[in-house]
T-cell receptor
Framework: DGGITQSPKYLFRKEGQNVTLSCEQNLNHDAMYWYRQDPGQGLRLIYYSQIVNDFQKGDIAEGYSVSREKKESFPLTVTSAQKNPTAFYLC???????????FGPGTRLTVT | RKEVEQDPGPFNVPEGATVAFNCTYSNSASQSFFWYRQDCRKEPKLLMSVYSSGNEDGRFTAQLNRASQYISLLIRDSKLSDSATYLCVVNLYNFNKFYFGSGTKLNVKP
């Protein structure tokens, strides 16, 4: 079964703690993305990676970090520097420029 | 100005009705266009790509008007299962230029 997996589905953390969200794909896609969605709002781009060992900041990268050591994996770390981390985090992958993006099931992060 | 704008709705329609959504985009250099469907608390799923000549997939028809910079989605014979939020997406053929609208909510009532 080809697709994108994200874990965990729900995550609860205390303020001041870093947390890492997992994203894995077996679609053989080069490009991967992290988005954040807040209630009633569109998706906002956090980071993206066009190829292994390379990634770029999106529109709201502050307080987040990523790595892309393998084609299949693009983990996102939400650091304590992120002021409002509670949100729905979506990972996506894309075959190439101009193609559609496919999404994982998302991780709902709550920080108290 | 937002890259992609949609009427948030909700559109409340009876089963069997025909409903249409529009979406406008601001950048005339936009190259590819999509409609996604998002159920409550779930991830967006691709509904259909939108081609210049317009395209149809069963009860769904998508149109692109480059001159006026809008895309549309028409749903015929609405089903209860069509209830969801529909996201308009525009891409500038650049990896970081994939813009999502905030979505239009559709409620199909029995």
């Amino acid at each position: 079964d080809g697709g994108i997996t994200q874990s965990p589905k729900y995550l609860f953390r205390k303020e001041g703690q870093n947390v890492t969200l997992s994203c894995e794909q077996n679609l053989n896609h080069d490009a991967m993305y992290w988005y954040r969605q807040d209630p009633g709002q569109g998706l906002r781009l956090i980071y993206y990676s066009q190829i292994v060992n390379d990634f770029q900041k999106g529109d709201i990268a502050e307080g987040y970090s990523v790595s892309r050591e393998k084609k299949e994996s693009f983990p996102l770390t939400v650091t304590s520097a992120q002021k409002n981390p509670t949100a729905f985090y979506l990972c996506a992958s894309q075959m190439g420029e101009g193609y559609e993006q496919y999404f994982g099931p998302g991780t709902r992060l709550t920080v108290t | 100005r937002k890259e992609v704008e949609q009427d948030p709705g909700p559109f409340n329609v009876p089963e069997g009705a025909t409903v249409a959504f529009n979406c406008t985009y601001s950048n005339s250099a936009s190259q590819s266009f999509f409609w996604y469907r998002q159920d409550c608390r779930k991830e967006p799923k691709l509904l259909m790509s939108v081609y210049s000549s317009g395209n149809e997939d069963g009860r769904f028809t998508a149109q692109l008007n480059r001159a006026s910079q809008y895309i549309s989605l028409l749903i015929r014979d609405s089903k209860l299962s069509d209830s969801a939020t529909y996201l308009c997406v525009v891409n500038l053929y650049n990896f970081n230029k994939f813009y999502f609208g905030s979505g239009t909510k559709l409620n199909v009532k029995p």
